[in-house]
């Protein structure tokens, strides 16, 4: 079949042979055709993730305000960040807030979603209906957002204190008071876990019909089904959102800084209560014009992400048996 | 079914990139040149100036959003700036105002300089200290035509290096219904708060600043009508832990007491006249006249313990060092810093006060008591101090201590002693 | 004998009810702030703040009902408008098409074609998820600037052609296609490339509807990438020209609410077309 060329090759380019042969064995073929298909994301990875990246690293090592030339300090801004609380006080602080918020906002968001996917999931009519309006969060853009939240939580007009007024309950100054903010921050979080519902309903959608319907003939109720075949099955969507869901939260930026940022003045809210991580790097990014510790600052979440998707690679389970 | 999608697909690919070729193409649109009404005066302060060299040629200026109703007058001044000198073209760049400065100092970082644009009073003199603003060159301006306060902004090491666009200061709006006759003194200001607050009906004596960051820029103010200051920076002296300062915050502790944060902090207390006196700068009067005529309102000086005092604010604008073409960029702000032009700048577009000192009196004055009150209040508006980290002492650890004192864990005088021991730290005086 | 399958029959029927129910509340809890939203971008700025929350506009002196599109016509008057529209049209479409392209491909070879380092290779990318984005801002616009994509519809385009997140779900997805179903075509003589376009593509329908839309929706709303890399007014892009209505001194919901009203409109039409994809399973016909 390819003789012809071959020979021809084999005629004019002796090593060529070898080479021809090594590309005509189906391994190396599987090889070559992995690395063509990762190409362009290597292209890509290389110019727009590790550049920066490493970049980002060596900056953590600098003094630089971003205006004149960076200036090597070593170890400096990690020792500070560590030990200095004069010259950054909320270090330690921001961290416990960010923690506090991913603890309370993966779990309940996670959970909610898969039971709004299972809802949706069991019903026939109206499927479209319910899935357009619990995704329309998703689509609204922070600003929206915020202002939409800004009026729900009002200590005076929101809707919110309004409801617990009808009720005789006393108002909660939701967004004011220091130990109601993460509270709230985490409801707005569940409040747009469209996309998460998405992905559980694909992942719902995924699962043979065949497993039920032989459930159903051996008189299996509701709840085991949901334990011995669902949820199982479920496995690798539960993964997925597990880690997503963590690294996104660590890095919960958006609706903190709309909110709670340097724009209207607040430094992470009351007492600081929503100073998150990611606004205090930011701060010191393009406030107090400290580039290269927001970069140490970056790097140190790096870590503790890895450390943490590291261990939950390791114990979560990815797939079902 | 697949191959209609995956053709369409690569359709839309083909066209967006022939548009988005044309559009990034060298096609220089038009500008939307709004006709320049008024005749080229040839005012006496135009002809003071040396002869201007040839001006041609482009330059970017880059901006915070202006007020809604101020991009069309930016335009007209830049239209008739460009019929002033033919074959110039300004550049103009809107920006939202809370991420000008991350855009401009990222864009540095990357090395894309603009050749002029805004920049807020307090970072001047960083930029100065990096290197990469330029003076303001000889003989551009008559420094006696400017407000020497906010002139002064611009001074580093007895030299300007930016010339003011607009100023601001802040003061005591209150609401007449619920406080007839405004506070003169602190002392006058807490027995209006006692009898104003009432929490059956929800009404809060006055907006309280919190323990962040506008707070600690509002903080100043109270510490200059005590007669204190913040730093001494000739000395290298932090005084913000002295007596002036201590009562400052005293004084918002004592107000606290009747103005509970649940009222304060709903959107628009002031405005729904659930807070009878609040803090503020030119920038609310827009919005009180136009969209709350049900309130009774007016404006007063900030009440002084032992002299008037207030904050300076505002913009100035800079011209950098690697501009490419200095000469255009500096007539262009000379321009704006004109009578006409900077009245219409600074009020209309900026929401702020001019600061050529021949409009302090004038007809956009007349018969508006409030800017009035506004301008004598500029009169005792005293600047920020310009040392690098003040934005961050400002941030956490001015703040800080506000927060500690308003929430009662430390008393004033021990957050605010505690704070002067951090801030020296980092001064390093 | 009749009453046992009635009696299931009413059981089944208050599940039923029960279902729609819980799911109603949901719906009220995440669409009433919307309504909210739309309401309020049709208010006059002085009836925002009422003492009760009022989903219909109503005039605060006189009580009169009523509906103004003065908020939508401050916002479409305002100058450049249409062409930032047209810009986050352009840019969006042009890199949810990329992303869908490129990231399936690299999905695909990380499920099923083995290499060596495969897997070392694909922790390493997820672990550039991991970066928080502030600090790789600067050199990201530097390299931008290198290779001349600066200020340019482009310089939004291909920097975020590419997105690990949407790798991860691909993959995922394209681990649970049936090896066998690969295995038969392979012998039946089809490539690589056949499988990934003709089978596996077409069974991972509904990840791929998801990334269209989690795609069009972040890079609709993105506001600070083309912030840092545009400095051509004409060149800006929606979130960036309401960006300028919206800050500034006094906070403005209406023009905001009518802002971001008009804004949704093309992600949920962009929605409702994928989504129905995402109601089809994967179909397992294709063993039989």
Redesign the interface.
């Known amino acids: 079949m390819r003789n012809n060329s071959s020979d021809l090759l084999q005629v004019t380019y002796p090593q060529s042979k070898t080479i021809l042969r090594w590309c005509q064995r189906s391994?190396n073929r599987?090889?070559l055709?992995?690395?063509l298909?990762?190409m362009?994301?290597i292209v890509?990875?290389i110019?727009?993730?590790?550049?920066?990246?490493i970049?980002?690293f060596i900056?953590?090592f600098t003094s630089w305000?971003?205006?004149?030339p960076p200036v090597w300090v070593g170890l400096e801004n990690y020792k500070k960040l560590f030990f200095d609380r004069?010259?950054y006080?909320?270090f330690w602080h921001s961290f416990t807030v960010t923690l506090k918020y991913v603890v309370l906002a993966v779990p309940t968001t996670m959970s909610v979603a898969l039971v709004?996917a299972l809802?949706?999931n069991?019903?026939r009519r109206?499927?479209?209906f319910?899935?357009?309006?619990?995704?329309?969060?998703?689509?609204?853009?922070?600003?929206?957002v915020a202002?939409?939240?800004?009026?729900?939580y009002?200590?005076?007009?929101?809707?919110l204190n309004?409801v617990l007024k009808a009720l005789h309950i006393q108002?909660v100054?939701w967004?004011?008071e220091p130990a109601f903010v993460i509270p709230s921050l985490v409801i707005i979080a569940t409040?747009s876990l469209g996309?998460s519902m998405?992905?559980y309903?694909?992942g719902l959608?995924?699962i043979?019909k065949q497993y039920y319907e032989a459930a159903l003939i051996d008189g299996v109720n509701g709840w085991q089904q949901f334990r011995y075949i669902t949820w199982p099955l479920l496995q690798?969507?539960t993964f997925?959102l597990l880690?997503?869901g963590f690294?996104g939260s660590f890095?919960v930026?958006e609706i903190i800084y709309v909110l709670y940022?340097?724009?209207?003045?607040?430094?992470g809210?009351?007492?600081?209560s929503a100073l998150t991580?990611?606004l205090y790097?930011?701060?010191h990014?393009?406030?107090?014009?400290?580039?290269g510790t927001?970069?140490a600052?970056?790097?140190i979440?790096?870590i503790i992400?890895?450390i943490i998707?590291i261990i939950q690679f390791k114990y979560v389970r990815q797939?079902y048996e | 079914m697949k191959k209609i999608l995956l053709w369409s697909l690569v359709l839309v690919i083909c066209i967006s990139m022939t548009a988005t070729l044309s559009l990034a193409g060298c096609k220089k649109a038009a500008e939307e040149a709004a006709p320049a009404e008024e005749v080229e005066e040839v005012s006496a302060e135009e002809e003071e100036e040396a002869p201007v060299p040839e001006l041609e040629g482009e330059i970017s200026f880059w901006v915070y959003e202006p007020i809604p109703e101020g991009l069309a007058v930016l335009d007209t001044l830049k239209a008739k700036f460009e019929q002033q000198y033919p074959g110039t073209t300004i550049d103009i760049l809107p920006i939202p105002k809370g991420d000008f400065n991350p855009k401009l100092n990222t864009a540095i970082a990357a090395g894309d300089v603009p050749d002029a644009s805004y920049l807020d009073q307090p970072l001047v003199a960083l930029f100065v200290r990096d290197g990469i603003i330029d003076p303001v060159p000889d003989g551009l301006i008559n420094e006696a035509d400017f407000y020497p306060g906010a002139l002064n902004t611009n001074r580093v090491n007895d030299e300007l290096y930016g010339l003011p666009l607009s100023q601001t200061t802040i003061a005591l709006y209150y609401n007449t219904d619920l406080v007839p006759t405004p506070p003169e003194t602190w002392d006058e200001m807490i027995e209006i708060a006692k009898n104003v607050y009432d929490p059956d009906k929800e009404i809060a004596a006055f907006n309280v600043p919190q323990g962040d960051g506008w707070g600690a820029w509002l903080f100043p103010a109270f510490v200059a009508t005590a007669g204190g200051t913040m730093l001494d920076e000739s000395s290298r002296e932090v005084t913000f832990a002295e007596a002036p300062a201590v009562d400052a915050l005293s004084l918002w502790v004592e107000l606290l007491k009747y103005s509970p944060i649940e009222i304060s902090t709903a959107q628009n207390a002031f405005q729904t006249g659930h807070v009878a006196m609040m803090i503020s700068g030119p920038w609310e009067l827009g919005g009180l006249r136009a969209e709350w005529p049900e309130l009774n309102w007016d404006v007063a000086l900030i009440p002084k313990k032992v002299q008037w005092g207030s904050n300076i604010g505002g913009d100035n604008a800079v011209v950098y060092k690697d501009a490419k073409n200095k000469d255009l960029a500096w007539a262009w702000i000379e321009f704006l810093t004109e009578d006409e032009n900077n009245l219409e700048l600074s009020t209309t577009v900026m929401g702020n006060f001019p600061i050529n000192l021949a409009l302090s009196t004038g007809d956009w004055l007349n018969g508006d008591s409030q800017l009035q009150t506004f301008m004598e209040q500029m009169k005792y508006a005293q600047a920020r101090p310009t040392v690098t980290e003040w934005l961050k002492i400002n941030d956490e650890i001015i703040s800080r201590a506000i927060g500690d004192a308003l929430a009662g864990t430390k008393t004033p005088e021990k957050s605010l002693i505690d704070a002067a021991d951090d801030a020296r730290q980092i001064l390093g005086w | 004998m009749c009453d046992k399958p009635m009696s299931k029959m009413s059981k089944f029927q208050v599940k039923k009810l029960f279902v729609y129910l819980v799911l109603s509340l949901f719906v009220i809890w995440t669409v009433g702030p919307f309504i909210w939203m739309v309401s309020t971008s049709l208010k006059h700025y002085g009836d925002i703040f009422t003492p009760v929350p009022q989903l219909i506009p109503r005039d605060k002196i006189t009580g009169q009902v009523y509906v103004t599109l003065e908020n939508y016509h401050y916002v479409i008057e305002m100058k450049g408008l249409g062409r930032a529209f047209l810009n986050s049209l352009l840019v969006t479409i042009v890199v949810t098409a990329f992303k869908l392209f490129f990231d399936s491909l690299a999905a695909y070879a990380f499920a099923r074609i083995r290499f060596p380092g495969r897997d070392f290779f694909f922790f390493i990318v997820i672990s550039s998820m991991m970066v928080p984005g502030v600090a790789l801002l600067v050199p990201r616009v530097y390299i931008t600037r290198l290779l001349g994509l600066y200020n340019s519809l482009w310089g939004l385009i291909i920097p975020m052609s590419m997105s690990v997140f949407d790798i991860f779900l691909l993959r995922q997805f394209f681990l649970n296609i049936p090896v066998e179903l690969e295995e038969a075509s392979m012998i039946d003589g089809a490539s690589r490339w056949d499988i990934y376009w003709r089978i596996a593509l077409p069974l991972a329908k509904p990840a791929l509807a998801l990334v269209a839309i989690t795609s069009f929706t972040w890079h609709w709303n993105d506001l600070m990438w083309p912030l840092v890399i545009l400095t051509d007014a004409k060149k800006y892009t929606l979130p960036l020209a309401l960006a300028l209505l919206a800050s500034g001194q006094a906070p403005r919901p209406h023009y905001i609410m009518a802002g971001a009203t008009l804004t949704v409109i093309p992600i949920m039409i962009i929605f409702l077309i994928f989504q129905r994809q995402i109601l089809e399973g994967i179909s397992i016909t294709g063993l039989k």
Not at chain 1, 130 to 144: D, E, G, M, Q, R
Not at chain 1, 147 to 152: G, H, K, L, N, S
């Open positions: 391994r599987e090889w055709l992995g690395y298909f990762i362009p994301l890509y990875f110019l727009f993730l590790l550049y920066p990246t970049a980002a900056y953590g305000n971003m205006r004149t004069v010259a006080p909320y709004i809802l949706i069991s019903i109206m499927q479209t319910f899935k357009v309006c619990l995704y329309l969060p998703v689509i609204t853009s922070a600003v929206a202002a939409i939240w800004r009026w729900v009002d200590p005076l007009y929101g809707l309004m108002k100054n967004l004011g409040w996309s998405l992905i309903l694909a959608k995924g043979p690798p969507t997925f880690i997503t690294i890095q930026f940022g340097a724009g209207g003045g607040s430094i809210g009351p007492r600081q991580y990611v790097i930011y701060n990014a393009f406030r107090y014009y400290e580039m927001a970069c600052m970056s790097f979440l790096f992400i890895v998707t797939t």
